[in-house]
Nanobody, 124 residues
Framework: QVRVQEFGEGLVQAGGSLRLSCTAS????????RAWFRQGAGKEREFVAA????????YNTEAVKGRFTISRDNAKNTVSLQMNSLRPEDTAVYYC?????????????????WGQGTQVTVSS
């Protein structure tokens, strides 16, 4: 069974930085792409960023462009999300997702495996 884990939960002040990491292990699966989604209190889950297996293609939602960077190190089986210039509106539970097939990067339905989420809180 594939297990997706997120690391890097934290509380930071506005303007600060935080780095999230995601690993996937167990079972047999194709790691076609990975993504980060987030869900704030009382809000729907929304796409944040995605990265292809090779790392050559990345996507970011407009709200985080210029502030968040997604990257991956396949030797360490890790995808990271570097978050800079954090804002209170970035407060949410952040989820890592793994896609085993091609699909729309921003569509949650394109991802087959999900982590339990990690809390990011940005204070003003």
């Amino acid at each position: 069974q594939v297990r997706v884990q997120e690391f890097g939960e934290g509380l930071v002040q506005a303007g600060g930085s935080l780095r999230l990491s995601c690993t996937a292990s167990g079972g047999t699966f194709v790691d076609y792409a990975r993504a980060w989604f987030r869900q704030g209190a009382g809000k729907e889950r929304e796409f944040v960023a995605a990265i292809s297996w090779t790392g050559s293609t990345t996507y970011n939602t407009e709200a985080v462009k210029g502030r968040f960077t997604i990257s991956r190190d396949n030797a360490k089986n890790t995808v990271s999300l570097q978050m800079n210039s954090l804002r209170p509106e970035d407060t949410a539970v952040y989820y890592c997702a793994v896609a085993s097939r091609a699909g729309r990067p921003m569509d949650p339905g394109a991802y087959d495996y999900w982590g339990q989420g990690t809390q990011v809180t940005v204070s003003s």
